[in-house]
């Protein structure tokens, strides 16, 4: 197939790691650090994307230290921003396009529902203009998953018999 006749679909990741946008900067940052990953879609509850963060977005906005990060959400920085996206049947060629006059170098790929179906990087168009793609995988074969690391503390010692003994 020439790269003219490929469509977003026949490129685009598939298998995702997605944020909704009242998780905080600092879990996305760890989110995308364990996962190797440079681009972490927000989705709301129905899955429709409300943008695509980078690490630069979260390097960007960081200041104050992790409590500070803890307690704010990545909506605030998708404010203002637009998103553009592409349908699955889009062409390769357009998708470079779309990445071009937007100035982004990721975006995402949204079926007629709405609901995101994957994302097209500048990475997946080179792989696809050098020829090393495998075979694209099945409509069906399409996999998000939503991750959520929660803290684990470890266990308070326990108080001696002596301890005890003499009080708090």
């Given at each position: 197939m020439s790269v003219?006749?490929?469509t977003a679909a026949d490129v685009m990741s598939r298998v995702l790691v997605t944020v909704k946008p009242d998780e905080s900067p600092l879990m996305?940052?760890?989110?995308?650090r364990r996962g190797s990953m440079h681009h972490l879609p927000v989705v709301d509850a129905h899955s429709r994307i409300l943008g695509v963060l980078t690490r630069e977005d979260i390097a960007a906005h960081w200041?104050?230290?992790?409590?500070?990060q803890s307690r704010s959400q990545v909506r605030a920085l998708l404010a203002g921003r637009r998103c553009p996206y592409v349908p699955p049947d889009a062409s390769l060629p357009s998708v470079a396009a779309v990445m071009l006059e937007s100035g982004?170098?990721?975006?995402?790929?949204?079926?007629?529902?709405?609901?995101?179906q994957g994302l097209v990087t500048v990475t997946d168009v080179l792989v696809a203009v050098a020829g090393r793609r495998g075979t694209p995988p099945r409509d069906d074969?399409?996999?998000?998953?939503m991750f959520r690391l929660e803290p684990v503390l470890p266990p308070?010692?326990?108080?001696?018999a002596e301890d005890q003994r003499q009080g708090p």
């Open positions: 003219e006749d490929m996305a940052w760890e989110l995308m200041s104050g230290g992790p409590a500070e982004v170098d990721v975006v995402p790929v949204m079926g007629a529902s709405g609901a995101l074969e399409m996999t998000s998953g308070k010692p326990s108080r001696t």
